[in-house]
């Protein structure tokens, strides 16, 4: 009876939203125009991309490019602290109007949501000293790398790495930065987003990126159907990487250029 | 029980396990071997006192013995490379397990030389031996054969905690274990064979030490 009931009622409600949600964000651009405010979801655990300061102030990549948005937009913009699990609701609810929270394209996300270009990069890559030259795979014959044993990185690397490559794998991120530092190995394979924390805190061996292992950069989340708004977002964004404040944003957070393909 | 137990890949990595055995007797052997001469060495420095080596295998032994294998193992790998000195991950190993047995059987052997009857020494030099041959075969032979269990199983101790030398990269045993893990997260039945494999190898030593006492120190059979 019980059970009948539940069954029901998730119908009956999955048919309320159903008919509901389209309407909750009808031409969202058009609405922030009117209301001058832009409510854009961004994260507050995630440093560089966002974390909460000393002075309890969001700050990083997204929320500097999410001012940047409101800038182009002319609206005020008011920050919404989301974290990874809670920012696709946040934007299928109506909550936000935007979703700059470093997030990935995936399948799954893009059944429920819309995708603006890329405007962060965000990847596994070989980073290494400058003197040392490596732009593909192949160019890893007779080098050491090291990686942290059983990474995204380590099974990408060991896929695509010359037999004469060698791999040193260490138990944790830690190891395997130090073995960079130390110089035991010379060069290191690590997410950019890692390899910009260890070049603001060592200054011992600087990690420049060599080339891209694994690519996920990070796109603007939108509500399904915003067409405008997304053409809008995609204009702020080209614009951004053509005058160079979307590299000043990525010198200042990441300490590394944009890269050219993203 | 959910778990379902799945040994089939085992043979997969055959060769890896052969690998990170060879690897870890390798490790063991160097270790042993180089150790227990540094062993000796500073044995009959620390007893006679000989300068400046006494000295400095007290300083050596005392601070190998009060400090952790693989605190050792970080400064050798990660610390000497800041003071020019780089080892790559074997010779930084074999450099540490050399250094923590020598520190160990430094004192174990010490121990064995200073239980040496002083009358066996008079009777010896009342026989008109020379001081080398009352070292050798009145002193030293002796010793050993007293401490060589306890060396032994310092050797089977090392061996054992050759096992973190996986947290530099060096492909021994545990580090193949690791990796295996890390590819197919079989836990279970990776570290279960990998016990196995410790507890032979461990066995063996046991038997290849009591060989090589047998042979070259009592030439008569141990008690």
């Keep these: ?262 | 029980m959910a778990y379902q137990f799945d040994f089939a890949f085992i043979p997969d990595y055959a060769g890896m396990f052969a690998h990170g055995l060879a690897y870890t007797v390798g490790l063991t052997v160097a270790g042993g071997a180089i150790g227990i001469g540094i062993g000796i060495g500073g044995a009959i420095s620390r007893l006679w006192n000989l300068r400046p080596f006494g000295n400095l295998y007290r300083y050596y032994v005392e601070l190998f013995r009060n400090t952790p294998f693989l605190v050792q193992l970080f400064l050798i790998f990660f610390g000497l490379p800041s003071l020019g000195i780089k080892l790559v991950e074997w010779q930084a190993a074999i450099l540490a397990m050399v250094l923590n047995l020598g520190a160990y059987s430094t004192e174990i052997i010490r121990a064995g030389l200073q239980a040496t009857p002083p009358g066996q020494i008079e009777a010896a030099e009342s026989l008109a031996l020379t001081r080398w041959q009352t070292f050798l075969y009145v002193m030293l032979r002796p010793a050993l054969r007293k401490v060589w269990p306890a060396l032994s199983s310092q050797v089977v101790i090392t061996m054992l905690g050759s096992s973190v030398c996986s947290q530099i990269s060096a492909e021994e045993l545990t580090f193949v274990a690791n990796f295996i893990q890390s590819r197919n997260f079989r836990a279970f039945e990776t570290y279960f064979f990998t016990t196995a494999m410790y507890f032979g190898l461990a066995l063996l030593i046991r038997q290849a030490m009591r060989l090589i006492g047998r042979h070259l120190i009592v030439r008569r059979p141990l008690s």
């Design chain 1, 1 to 262: 009876m019980l059970n009948r009931f539940l069954r029901s009622l998730t119908l009956v409600s999955t048919v309320v939203l159903a008919t509901l949600a389209p309407s909750a964000h009808a031409d969202v651009l058009a609405n922030v125009t009117k209301s001058g405010t832009i409510k854009i979801a961004v994260p507050q655990d995630f440093p560089p991309f966002g974390s909460v300061g000393a002075d309890m102030k969001p700050s990083g990549y997204d929320i500097d490019f999410a001012n940047l948005i409101g800038k182009e937009l002319g609206a005020k913009v008011e920050l919404v602290p989301v974290s990874s699990a809670n920012r696709v609701p946040f934007l299928t609810t109506g909550k936000v109007d935007l979703v700059v929270s470093s997030m990935g394209k995936n399948a799954e996300r893009e059944k429920v949501i819309d995708f603006s270009a890329a405007y962060a990069p965000f990847f596994n890559g070989i980073f290494g000293p400058d003197e040392i030259k490596a732009s593909k795979a192949d160019e890893l014959a007779g080098r050491t790398i090291s990686v942290t044993r059983g990474s995204v990185e380590d099974l990408e690397l060991s896929k695509i790495a010359p037999p004469s490559a060698v791999i040193k794998r260490f138990e944790d991120n830690n190891a395997t930065i130090t073995a960079y530092l130390s110089g035991q190995t010379q060069l290191i394979a690590t997410g950019n987003v890692v390899a910009a924390a260890v070049n603001e805190r060592s200054k011992l061996r600087r990690l420049s990126t060599k080339f891209l292992i694994k690519d996920s950069p990070c796109f603007v989340g939108l509500a399904k159907g915003e067409a405008a708004l997304q053409a809008k977002v995609n204009e702020i964004i080209a614009k951004a990487k053509k005058s160079g404040a979307l590299n000043e944003i990525s010198q200042r957070w990441l300490h590394a250029t944009l890269p050219a393909g993203l």
